[in-house]
């Protein structure tokens, strides 16, 4: 038995929710708790918190109020982004092309496959260099008068890398096609201007910068094709049926508002953590490689491969030694499978199959850090 809470290294897959983000959503569940379609005062009061929650994540990103879509979650985001625009521009002007690279999380990934099994649709892999990224110049070779959509990711879940948005949105603009991004790592730690980084879609989940599960948004600048995936009620001007989660919109549009004041100050935070666990692992773990760029990556995040482990084997390890990481992996038990996305750089299995996430957030201290380099070669080591 464990005789202390353990670490949490895990800030990539989920974060805890913020009190100041808590204390405004409280209110309601239980006092304004009007259904925002309704025409009474109780119905107006939750209108009017989603319609200031909408303005205020267009404010922090860029655009018009009009332009955000609240969803459930980042992967719904991605899907009505994908989905949405493949059936338009497909019912528009014939085109069923569609770009991604194969490192995007398969709230990507998967939907664009399915939308080239089962819908007919022409699915392209764009080449990734071995950090990961994009580039702008391989996205304009392949587009063709037929291309539907583009999407890439802002920055990986897996390795961290961040992708040149801005110079890919130019291309896709100067063809006249749909660029879409996953904002969802992102958005915690990196500007989110929709007018900055030239696109026409970007999908964000609140609970990935502490604010709580179960809400997203989608960006969709005015003018670009999409069908709504769930219809209904005309909740969301029709693009995305269902009764508003009024507490969960309001966290989410508080929990942006903070990411975006204390940007600066979380990364100043995290940084010098992430440096020092990244130095101090590739020196002290034999046959280590750091996985993602080294310098335009997320600055809370540390991933690396080590030669020759098995990575759900050093994740129980270490959650057993009192460390809650991650594996950058798709690993099932039984029958492990190398990450598309490790797979996707080049790396052979005997690399790809031992990958671990180190990812840090606002409780992270440089103890935390010390504890898991005092343990992690040691572990590995024995596990060797
Ligand atoms: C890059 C990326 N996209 C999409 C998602 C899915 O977001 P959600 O958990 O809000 O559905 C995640 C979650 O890990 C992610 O990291």
Redesign the pocket.
């Known amino acids: 038995m464990l005789s202390k809470k353990p670490v949490y290294f895990d800030f ?2 989920s974060t805890p929710l913020d009190p100041r983000v808590a204390e405004v959503m409280l209110p309601y569940f239980a006092e304004h708790y009007g259904n925002p379609s309704s025409i009474h005062l109780f119905g107006q009061e939750a209108d009017a918190a989603v319609e200031t929650a909408r303005l205020s994540l267009a404010k922090g990103m860029n655009c018009s109020s009009s332009e955000v879509i609240f969803t459930s ?4 985001s ?1 899907n009505l982004a994908l989905r949405g625009v493949a059936f338009a521009i497909r019912a528009q002007r014939s085109a069923n092309h569609i770009l991604v690279p194969p490192t995007e ?1 398969h ?2 990934s998967r939907t664009a496959q399915y939308l080239a099994r089962y819908h007919g649709f022409d699915l392209e892999y764009l080449p990734v260099d071995q950090f990961g990224i994009t580039y702008p110049e391989d996205v304009a070779s392949r587009l063709r008068p037929t291309t539907a959509l583009v999407s890439i ?1 802002y ?3 897996e390795i961290g890398s961040i992708n040149p948005i801005s110079a890919i949105g130019e291309v896709c603009r100067s063809h006249g096609v749909p660029f879409h991004t ?1 904002a ?2 992102a958005a915690a730690y990196l500007p989110v201007d929709v007018q900055a980084l030239n696109v026409d879609l970007l ?1 964000v ?4 910068f502490y604010g709580p ?1 179960g809400v ?1 948004a989608l960006f969709v600048r005015k003018g670009t094709p999409i069908f709504p995936q769930q219809t209904g009620g005309s909740q969301e001007s029709g693009f995305r049926a269902g009764t508003s989660n009024v507490p969960y919109i309001v966290a989410m549009a508080k929990a942006f508002e903070l990411a975006q004041y204390e940007r600066e100050s979380r990364t100043a935070h995290v940084l010098p953590l992430r440096n020092r666990l990244i130095r101090q692992v590739l020196e002290l773990v034999p046959d280590s490689k750091l996985t993602g760029h080294t310098v335009q990556r997320l600055p809370n995040h540390a991933s690396f491969v080590f030669q020759n482990i098995n990575g759900n084997d050093l994740l129980i390890n270490l959650d057993m030694a009192g460390f809650a990481c991650s594996s950058g992996s798709a690993c099932k038990t039984g029958s492990p499978e190398p990450s598309e996305v490790l797979t996707a750089l080049g790396l052979s299995s005997a690399w790809a199959l031992g990958s671990l996430r180190l990812t840090l957030g606002s409780s992270s201290s440089p103890e935390d850090v010390e504890e898991l380099i005092a343990v992690l070669p040691g572990l590995i080591e024995k596990m060797r």
């Open positions: 990539a897959a979650c980042g992967t719904e991605d999380h709230a990507v990711m920055a990986n879940n996953d969802v790592q999908s989940g609140a609970h990935k599960k997203g």
